[in-house]
């Protein structure tokens, strides 16, 4: 059954909608970075911190800026695009009555659902992570060594290509674990009774919501109970020493939050009658 | 085949279905016929476990179609009034993907059932360039995958030309013949139900106001045709002499035409003809209607 819930879904042109456009937004960031301005503005940075340009300003570090901007823009969207459709759309386009005038029961028909709706989110940061990089690579003639600088985040570090490329690697799969958590709230609005565009817009307007109040000031201290706090934590296995338990403790939570919101999602759709 | 035993269905505390309960022989064609909103759907949701009944229990071939949904709906093909598919797939794929929720299926399983409703021309063509005919015919193929013993139709027809009804009635027929399919097929088209269907069963409001085989039943029809002058004034006289139903143009219980002619003329009428109505489903379709009004639903 999942193999067929994944032809469904990379058999639809929109599910392609977020790979290509973040090649698009990949090479626009790239373009914009070949300004002398943005390389000056990284140079500064890397020479007052007496690291040399040429090795620093490499396809590592840039591939890391790249995804920084685009998944912070895109990421949701695209995730909350596909999770929220799955259930919704199905509804709305009446093939869900029809896969269930068959002797398959809800609870394992939403399960495979959800689980495409990972392997779509799972492939389409992967995706971001190898473009990101051969992209990058391209454009400055190699790997380089990784630099990153999250002042937020009291993030400063610097690796050579072989410890840059693993950190990078670890990164992106960080990255992919905490999108899981977008993907399910998606999933649990797609559940509900409501237009496929209705449970995209719902998770956007809860993340936007959850970003912008961590952010404010006054709830600095409060931080680790906003969601957006944990799923920022693959940045945090940049840090020299990564803070493992503080790592471990926002997987615990993004895990926890996933599984309530698909259990109400499949608990509601469950009890649905479907006409 | 089908045991619905007093089932009630309510949304929002609007009643859609009220103590319901139908039983369906196997190998039979039965008709539900109603009007919209009659409960008509709201009755084919909950043999789907689409609908969750507030109470009573619906089973197919025995086995509870929520309790037990796997073998209930096992042997089931289901065909809804639009017929709704993947668009961006093939005809094949489509087969391939909706089977595939009740077990896997051969190559021969879905070319046979593609050559049965005649649809192999187009077969590997995107559905979205399917005219309606051709997605029904493709809905009756799904409904076809893998090897169903009862087929629930829910309006099959609706939005088909007549030449598409025609074909598809036929289909529907020789599926029942070569297959020995149990059919359940709501409609309200009657025509289409009358060449089709063994047994009927109506619905008004929610209520099951008939349910057996209307041919046996038609015979005991007492419906009329009277062309008489003061028409108005003549039937009121029949009333008053108790011989014609209250609400409806039918003979009282023990009387008969010529008792009717006979009166009618001694009283000074008229009377041009008086015959028997020809007995249609759809005569006896408005009589069960009629006689809903008259005494209370079943």
Known sequence: MLIWELYKLYARRRTYIGFGAFVLLQAAILAMLQHPRAKGEIGKLLNANGLDFGDHYGGLTLAIVVIAFSFTFLGGLYVALVAGDIVAKEYEEGTLRLVLARPVSRVRLLLVKFAACVIYSVSLVLFLGVTALLFASVYRGGLGKLFIFIPEENLFAFYDTGEGLFRYVRGVCALAAATITITSLAFMFSCFKMKPAAATILTLSLLFIDVVMMNLPYFRSLRPWFASYHMGSWVRTFHTYPPWPAIAESALVLVGLSATFVTIGIAHFAQRDLK | ?298
């Open chain 2, 1 to 298: 085949m089908i045991d619905i035993a007093n089932a009630a269905k309510s949304f929002a505390g609007r009643p859609a279905v009220h103590d319901l309960s139908l039983h369906v022989p196997r190998g039979a064609i039965y008709g539900l016929l109603g009007h919209n909103g009659a409960g008509k759907s709201t009755t084919l949701g909950m043999l789907l476990g689409q609908v969750f009944p507030d109470r009573g229990s619906v089973s197919i071939g025995g086995h509870d179609v929520f309790a037990d949904r796997g073998r209930a709906l096992g042997r089931v093909g289901a065909i809804f009034e639009a017929p709704c598919f993947y668009d961006y797939l093939s005809g094949r794929r489509n087969l391939q993907v909706f089977s595939r929720y009740t077990t896997k299926v051969s190559r021969a399983q879905v070319d046979a059932a593609i050559d049965r409703v005649g649809l192999a021309a187009r077969i590997d063509h995107k559905v979205g360039t399917y005219s309606h005919g051709m997605r029904q015919r493709l809905a009756l193929a799904q409904a076809l995958l893998p090897a169903p013993e009862l087929l629930l139709l829910d309006e099959p027809t609706d939005g088909l030309d007549p030449e598409g009804i025609a074909d598809f009635r036929q289909t529907l027929l020789a599926l029942h013949d070569e297959l020995k399919l149990t059919i359940l097929f709501s409609s309200h088209l009657l025509q289409e139900v009358e060449r089709t269907c063994t047994h009927v069963a109506v619905m008004r409001e929610g209520r099951k106001v008939f349910d057996g085989d209307w041919r046996e039943r038609a015979t005991d029809d007492d419906r009329f045709m009277l062309e008489v002058d003061r028409h108005a004034e003549a039937l009121a006289f029949l009333r008053t002499q108790k011989m014609i139903a209250p609400q409806r143009l039918a003979t009282a219980a023990g009387v008969d035409l010529a008792d009717i002619n006979a009166k009618l003329v001694h009283a000074g009428f008229r009377v041009r003809a008086i015959a028997p109505v020809a007995r249609t489903l759809e005569t006896f379709y408005m009589d069960q209607r009629e006689r809903a009004w008259e005494v209370p639903a079943c």
